[in-house]
């Protein structure tokens, strides 16, 4: 049944796995909490990838690679979910319902006030940091759940990829 959910991984198994894959060192910053990373703020949404990029560089800063996103989200020991190997359906905000957008934000421009109100009708997320168990090995809030994030693809051939995932049917692990 959609949307299908793992609710334990097996730890042995995953170590057993897991022991014999490469790894790389990573030296690298992420921000505690979505963007404008402040606790109880809400994220930032509806901004495409080359504003993303563009805000973040104005701030002396740059996306996330998606490689690096993954590795604070899951830490060290390769977690399937930031908060560990069980599911836990109340750490992070994953599993509220899917609303439909009604009409066309396109249409109206994103600043409109139809827009606007869409916006508030559909909008199921929480301030930043609002949840203290859907935080990563690293101390990063919020990387399942709430928002998509924008990073920079690792793929030949991609410039972005979208991480994370907002609190309906979609992404809810780390990978």
């Known amino acids: 049944k959609f949307p299908e959910r793992c609710g334990e991984f097996d730890r042995d198994k995953w170590h057993e796995i897991s022991a014999k894959l490469p790894t790389r060192d990573m030296h690298f910053c992420i921000d505690r909490f979505e963007y404008p990373n402040r606790k109880g703020e809400y994220p930032y949404v509806l901004m495409d990838w080359h504003e993303a990029g563009a805000v973040c560089k104005a701030q002396g800063k740059r996306l996330c690679s998606e490689d690096e996103w993954t590795f604070a989200c899951e830490g060290e020991e390769a977690l399937p979910y930031p908060y ?92």
Do not use: H
């Open 84 to 175: 560990g190997y069980v599911r836990d359906v109340d750490a992070c905000i994953t599993d509220k319902p899917w609303r439909p957008f009604q009409g066309s934000w396109a249409a109206f421009g994103r600043g409109s006030e139809p827009t606007k109100r869409e916006l508030d009708r559909l909008w199921q997320g929480l301030p930043s940091g609002a949840q203290p168990k859907c935080r990563s090995p690293f101390g990063v809030y919020d990387m399942t759940g709430n928002i998509d994030e924008w990073t920079r693809s690792t793929k030949p051939g991609r410039q972005s990829i979208l991480k994370g995932g907002y609190w309906g049917p979609v992404r809810t692990r780390c990978r």
